[in-house]
DNA sequence: CTTGGAAAGTCAACAAGGCTGACATAAAAT
DNA sequence: ATTTTATGTCAGCCTTGTTGACTTTCCAAG
């Protein structure tokens, strides 16, 4: 509704993509897209009796092992309570390992044990199977395309931490 | 750790973005860019002590008028129960009218009220809005790939209801 | 016309995983 | 010595998902 769907005021250029038809499309296909992302994981955990919530921190323990709780916490984006509830389950199952900080003893540095990475290779290897199966059905620039969009939906301080993670771990 | 890193037999073509580096990058992509895909509606909702759940009946009503029950629990992936107690909220608070069907007496055909059109509109436009400056900064090339790649990520099932929606409603 | 089954709604109970608020402890920093 | 920081924990709440059981309505086939 908000500026009809032709080309509205077009600068010259084609900006037939900006139209809110093929907005709705991306963010339709977002909505169904992630469904996909989270079935083959869920599923593994489901015999496990964990969910996505410990899968979230079984993926960016092992992606920057020995990171703090505070780190850990801040990428997710939740509060402690919420994280130390998962976190005690992964810990007292044995899959990760809190051990206290060298030079500020008050942190606590997260690994996972050869359990833990287990996991994180079950889960990671169904996830990567289904990206890789996307990406080789779609070719490289696609792929390419694909990542510009996704690092310009994210809000400025996920972005930064997405950029921080995605050069040098 | 499944196949190294390199063109592992790379067939000649260049499959470097097919490495599990690229993958991961893709997946985290994936997990940062759909917080910021929902970010700005879920701060409305909280303005009316709605949540997701009924951000998506809404927008599914709203994008096919008078659909029934059925059709949109098979869209959605939820029970019943869970989507009924949704709905009858929106019902009960005049966002969504429930028609008895005109052939089919047993099926209800849902409808959004002017009240429920309103806030479907602050919540798309706000949703489009990050969209549109997404799809902007990466231009119309990126768009192409980022759309072929997730419909490449969907379930069968979820790619059949997605391209009927998006080719004729 | 009767009946089987589909569509819809509802009740109860439960679980995961978010949240807030309050409080405890240890260690670093001032 | 005091304050601040990092972490953990208890209690309670909310949303949104689940299963199972049951009812009502009503189309359609026999």
Redesign the pocket.
């Known amino acids: 509704m908000a500026e009809g769907s032709g080309a509205s005021g077009a600068s010259g250029e084609s900006l037939l993509f900006l139209t809110d038809e093929q907005l709705r499309k991306g963010i339709e296909a977002m909505f169904f897209a992630y469904r996909g992302f989270t079935a083959d994981p869920d599923r593994i955990l489901d015999n496990y009796?964990?969910?996505?919530?410990?899968h979230r921190a079984i993926h960016f323990i092992n992606r920057q092992p020995g990171l703090?709780?505070?780190a850990l916490l801040s990428v997710l984006?939740?509060?402690?309570?919420?994280l130390?509830r998962?976190?005690?389950t992964l810990i007292e199952d044995g899959l990760v390992e809190?051990r206290v900080g060298r030079k500020?003893?008050?942190?606590?540095h997260l690994h996972l044990t050869e359990k833990g990475a287990a996991l994180e290779r079950e889960l990671s290897d169904a996830q990567r199977a289904r990206m890789r199966a996307a990406y080789r059905a779609a070719g490289p620039a696609a792929v390419a395309g694909f990542r510009q969009v996704l690092e310009a939906m994210m809000d400025p301080e996920m972005r930064r931490q997405y950029l921080a993670l995605r050069d040098g771990a």
């Open positions: 009796a964990y969910g996505r919530a410990h703090t709780v505070n984006g939740v509060t402690k309570q919420s130390n998962v976190l005690r809190s500020d003893k008050r942190e606590r």
